[in-house]
């Protein structure tokens, strides 16, 4: 019986965020995530990677064992 008063809950929190309007400030939340807001070019995150990519001319390698 506790169930229904939990569910009614949870519905009310729903449907307010469902319909709730919301003022987001853009250059506040880049600011705090430390963005320039340029998404152009985001070659250090291949650079950082790109010892484990073989190239076409390595040959597999092989453990032993």
Do not use: C, I, W
Not at 5 to 29: E, G, H, I, S
């Amino acid at each position: 019986m506790g169930r229904g008063r939990a569910k009614a809950k949870q519905t009310k929190v729903a449907r307010r965020l469902k319909y709730q309007t919301l003022d987001t400030d853009f250059d506040a939340l880049q600011r705090e995530l430390g963005t320039d807001g340029d998404r152009g070019n985001d070659d250090t995150e291949a650079d950082d990677y790109s010892q484990y990519v073989a190239d076409e001319d390595d040959e597999p390698r092989r453990h032993a064992g």
